[in-house]
Nanobody, 115 residues
């Protein structure tokens, strides 16, 4: 079955960096667009960015220039490199794939940015 497992979250000071990973299994990773979302307390889940099968990316305006999505098809892993973190980046971060007409989410990884 499809599985997405995120890791790499934690507590970091404002201005710091973190690298999130999402290891995928149960589907043809290289053939699927992947996306990162986040959900802050009391807010709706929002798109952080996505990466196509060709490696093309787009990122939300709120993270442009600070966050970078990449992928390693050999390892079935998608990454989210986060720099210049701000307290407002505090959220649970999820990776997502749409395959076989269904949406799959990982369990999420908590990122907390202290001021």
């Amino acid at each position: 079955q499809v599985q997405l497992v995120e890791s790499g979250g934690g507590l970091v000071q404002a201005g710091g960096s973190l690298r999130l990973s999402c290891v995928a299994s149960g589907f043809s990773f290289a053939s699927h667009e992947m996306a990162w979302f986040r959900q802050a307390p009391g807010k709706q889940r929002e798109l952080v960015g996505r990466i196509t099968t060709f490696g093309d990316t787009n990122h939300a305006d709120s993270v442009k220039g600070r966050f970078t999505i990449s992928r390693d098809n050999a390892k079935s892993t998608v990454f989210l490199q986060m720099t210049s973190l701000k307290p407002e980046d505090t959220a649970v971060y999820y990776c997502r794939v749409i395959t076989r007409a269904r949406v799959y989410w990982g369990q999420g990884t908590q990122v907390t940015v202290s001021s």
